[in-house]
Structures are given as structure tokens and as C-alpha cells.
């Protein structure tokens, strides 16, 4: 890859990681699962950095936004994180 399509590929991954997290703690809201003291997602690098208790992960921002959409009711912060952490744990 030339300079120039480097810079833009890599603007591209860093815009749509920005997008997926929003999307994601949008959907965390939806869930009732991301308050003080639920889960939190923060933006490491291109991936997103998932933190409950003293646990975290760090997860495929669009896989993570798939998966949280298809929870189609609110549950609790440990329901959610429980769920997250198995799915995690079978694609490892």
C-alpha cells in the first residue's frame, strides 16, 4: 500500500471503530446494563476494551455491536456480561 491509502485505510478503521462504539454503549443503554456500576465499553486502538467488575476483554467492534443487538430484552449487567464472556471465550 502507497502513504497515502495507508493514512485513509487506517482513518477508515478509527472511524468506524468511533461508530461502533456508540453503537454499542447505545445498545448497552437499551439493555439497562451500562450505568455506574455495569458495563463499560472504552476504545482501545482499533478494537473496543469491555470492563465489568474487575474483569475486561478486548472485542471486534463490529462483531460486539452484532451481538448486543440481537439481545432483544433488558437484562442485568451480570446476564449480559456472562453471555459476552462465553461468546468471547467459543471464538477464542
Not at 7 to 13: D, G, I, L, T
Not at 56 to 75: A, D, G, R
Not at 81 to 87: D, E, F, V, Y
Request: one cysteine or more; hydrophobic letters at 35%.
Amino acid at each position: 500500500m502507497s502513504g497515502p491509502s495507508t493514512v485513509y485505510a487506517s482513518a477508515e478503521m478509527y472511524s468506524r471503530t468511533a461508530e461502533a462504539l456508540s453503537k454499542a454503549r447505545r445498545e448497552l443503554l437499551r439493555l439497562e446494563c451500562h450505568q455506574n456500576d455495569g458495563i463499560s465499553v472504552e476504545r482501545e486502538g482499533v478494537n473496543l476494551n469491555l470492563t465489568y467488575k474487575s474483569e475486561n476483554f478486548t472485542v471486534n467492534p463490529c462483531e460486539i455491536v452484532i451481538f448486543l443487538e440481537s439481545i432483544h430484552s433488558p437484562k442485568t449487567a451480570d446476564e449480559v456480561w456472562l453471555i459476552l464472556t462465553n461468546k468471547h471465550l467459543a471464538m477464542s
